[in-house]
T-cell receptor
């Protein structure tokens, strides 16, 4: 069974559209994250949730809105997509506490904006 | 937030040689020091980690050393193999270093 699963794996869409990426973990972890990895491979934290509560919100445009219906799910909705949003988005989870336990990553969602 | 500086950005070694990657941090709040490996097109995966109550940890050909006084921690890979070729990241809290692309030439 996949520990951290995110869908879709690939997302190709036009500029200005709205899209969502879903993430689910079956590890029983309390903390979940969203990262953006650009073409230069920088892994940049976007959001972190602990038990459905937002803990970290980095300087991310408010077009990005995370939502955690329960502690096993952390979805990412993006409004008015821009060319600069093209990247690989990784979801991750850890047992508890932000950044003090090993993180388990999903396989990533490659977002391409046309 | 925590700043993490990782060097070098690229590293090329001959198969069988050793590789060392270093990360320098600024904040001492967290006691957790992980290293992740990301193969091409794959997700980052934890390969080794250390907590600040120890100075070194080994797992077969990989080791992590921690110097709390100088605020840096290093990844050591011995007897490198072509399958070690990947991008390696250190992390502090949820912030990652810029990555080191390691190439092991057969």
């Amino acid at each position: 069974d996949t520990a951290v699963s995110q869908t879709p794996k690939y997302l190709v869409t036009q500029m200005g559209n709205d899209k969502s990426i879903k993430c689910e973990q079956n590890l029983g972890h309390d903390t979940m994250y969203w990262y953006k990895q650009d073409s230069k491979k920088f892994l940049k934290i976007m959001f972190s949730y602990n038990n459905k509560e937002l803990i970290i919100n980095e300087t991310v445009p408010n077009r990005f809105s995370p939502k955690s219906p329960d502690k096993a799910h952390l979805n990412l909705h993006i409004n008015s997509l821009e060319l600069g949003d093209s990247a690989v988005y990784f979801c991750a989870s850890s047992q508890t506490g932000v950044g003090i336990q090993p993180q388990h990553f999903g396989d990533g969602t490659r977002l391409s904006i046309l | 937030g925590e700043n993490v500086e990782q060097h070098p950005s690229t590293l090329s070694v001959q198969e069988g040689d050793s590789a060392v990657i270093k990360c320098t941090y600024s904040d001492s709040a967290s006691n957790y020091f992980p290293w992740y490996k990301q193969e091409l097109g794959k997700r980052p995966q934890l390969i080794i980690d250390i907590r600040s109550n120890v100075g070194e940890k080994k797992d077969q050909r990989i080791a992590v050393t921690l110097n709390k006084t100088a605020k840096h921690f290093s990844l050591h890979i011995t007897e490198t193999q072509p399958e070690d070729s990947a991008v390696y990241f250190c992390a502090r809290d949820m912030r990652f270093g810029a990555g080191t692309r390691l190439t092991v030439k057969p």
